[in-house]
């Protein structure tokens, strides 16, 4: 079975782009535009890993991580941030939110794929 991923990002061709290249390597893939549409979807969909932009209209992808870290539910989800901030305070402040890992725009495609399925290959380890 396709491993699920949660792609939260407001700026329609990044989402695009994204959901192209992880439904061509094989996952499932769900998307959403805001950070609040995420934490919706977070527990409805019950995806193996969330990738989310920071920036984001109605929810930072910060608040949106942290809600997600505090709901028993769903908290054990690895959540990946996927930015253009790469200032090491902006990083910072997405690991403290709860974040697995933090990506930084702009992405190789084939990177991008890579990365995820060696963060899902751990957690499947460690679950």
């Known amino acids: 079975m396709a491993k699920k991923i949660l792609i939260a990002e ?5 989402r695009a782009l994204i959901e192209f290249t992880l439904k061509f390597a094989g996952f499932d893939v769900v998307t959403v535009k805001n950070g609040q549409e995420a934490v919706e ?10 990738l989310m932009d920071v920036r984001m209209p109605q929810m930072t992808g ?26 090491e305070k902006e990083i910072l402040e997405g690991l403290e939110a709860g974040a697995t890992e933090y990506l930084l725009k702009p992405f190789a495609p084939d ?14 380890r460690l679950n």
């Open 111 to 124: 990177e991008l794929t890579k990365r995820i399925s060696e963060l899902l290959d751990q957690y499947s």
């Open 62 to 87: 910060y608040e949106a991580c942290a809600i997600i870290k505090s709901d028993p539910e769903i908290n054990h989800i690895p959540v990946v941030f996927l930015s253009a901030k790469g200032q």
């Open 10 to 14: 407001d700026e329609p061709d990044i």
């Open 41 to 50: 979807a977070a527990q409805t969909e019950f995806p193996d890993l969330i």
